[in-house]
């Protein structure tokens, strides 16, 4: 059939570590071999950051930011991939005690309820009105590095 774009969905969120390795080894080879592109579907992102190149990250079904994989694991701009990357573990404990965690307190509102303006603020720890009053569009940051913020929060907030 000869695709040219593969969608996989979680493809290996339920299986063992080693397994995983496998099946990411096996994706990148036919990858290389047939020049294929994959949208990648994953909550695990030690998994994301080794497969991809580019990396959305979604809230509510909307992207809040999507840039390059450095970027976006060196200097994200939204507070929903900072507090995800705020709590992958790292292996080097003293690097892993020194680190600053993103909490986000409150629950995930209804996708049929969602609340007026920004859906993220009644969690975001960086919220100002105008997130209540509208929501942010999708803003180029800096080249090639897009982010879900009211231009009042800026770029590295």
Same mark, same amino acid.
């Given at each position: 059939?000869?695709?040219?774009l593969? $969608? /996989?969905?979680?493809?290996?969120?339920?299986?063992?570590?080693?397994i995983?390795?496998?099946? $990411?080894?096996l994706l990148?080879?036919?990858?290389?071999?047939?020049g294929?592109?994959?949208?990648?579907?994953?909550h695990?992102?030690?998994?994301v950051?080794?497969?991809?190149? =580019?990396?959305?990250?979604?809230?509510?079904?909307?992207?809040?930011?999507?840039?390059?994989?450095?970027?976006?694991?060196?200097?994200?701009?939204?507070? $929903? &991939?900072?507090?995800?990357?705020s709590?992958?573990?790292? &292996?080097? &404990?003293?690097?892993?005690?020194?680190?600053?965690?993103?909490?986000?307190?409150?629950?995930?509102?209804? &996708?049929?309820?969602?609340?007026?303006?920004?859906?993220?603020?009644? =969690? /975001?720890?960086?919220?100002?009105?105008?997130?209540r009053?509208?929501?942010?569009?999708?803003?180029e940051? =800096?080249?090639?590095?897009r982010?879900?913020?009211?231009?009042?929060?800026?770029?590295?907030?």
């Amino acid at each position: 059939m000869e695709p040219a774009l593969i $969608i /996989c969905d979680e493809p290996v969120s339920a299986l063992d570590v080693s397994i995983q390795a496998q099946i $990411i080894n096996l994706l990148e080879e036919l990858q290389a071999e047939f020049g294929l592109t994959y949208l990648f579907v994953a909550h695990d992102l030690s998994v994301v950051r080794h497969i991809s190149d =580019r990396v959305a990250v979604m809230y509510l079904g909307k992207i809040v930011e999507i840039t390059d994989r450095k970027s976006l694991y060196e200097d994200p701009q939204h507070p $929903i &991939p900072k507090a995800l990357l705020s709590a992958v573990p790292i &292996p080097d &404990p003293a690097v892993e005690a020194q680190r600053e965690r993103v909490v986000l307190g409150g629950e995930v509102p209804s &996708p049929l309820n969602p609340p007026s303006g920004c859906v993220f603020h009644p =969690r /975001c720890p960086i919220a100002v009105a105008e997130c209540r009053r509208g929501r942010p569009e999708l803003r180029e940051i =800096r080249p090639d590095h897009r982010a879900r913020l009211h231009p009042a929060l800026g770029p590295g907030t």
